[in-house]
């Protein structure tokens, strides 16, 4: 399993971007079969739990401090995730990682930096 983050970079205060997780190498079950992570790393602190997409899309969770700015969602038929951040403040500045839960094993991307600053 392969998973590879892209969109992230420098944003204002208030500002908004969109990440992407694209993934490949699953076999059998195919993508559409798991529920996918965001996770993020913020400096000097452990990775933490973002938002999680199900197998369909058709149910999310966030974690409370992005709840209403963010928005995790997917497209199956492009094997990719997407978190939509609005209202972005200083404190989602942070390395952000895209993941996956097969076979007893998580498998993370490279993760993509996001910097929100002026």
């Known amino acids: 399993v392969h998973l590879v983050e892209s969109g992230g970079g420098l944003v204002q205060p208030g500002g908004s971007l969109t990440l992407s997780c694209e993934a490949s190498g699953f076999t059998f079950p195919t993508f559409s079969y798991y529920e996918m992570y965001w996770y993020r790393q913020r400096a000097g602190n452990e990775r933490e739990f973002v938002a999680m997409?199900?197998?369909?899309?058709?149910?999310?969770t966030h974690v409370d401090s992005v709840k209403g700015r963010f928005t995790a969602s997917r497209d199956n038929a492009k094997n990719t995730i997407y978190l939509q951040m609005n209202k972005m403040n200083a404190d989602d500045t942070a390395v952000y990682y895209c993941?996956?839960?097969?076979?007893?094993?998580?498998?993370w991307g490279e993760g993509t930096l996001v910097t929100v600053s002026c």
């Open positions: 993941s996956v839960y097969s076979a007893g094993i998580r498998y």
């Open positions: 997409v199900s197998d369909t899309g058709i149910s999310t």
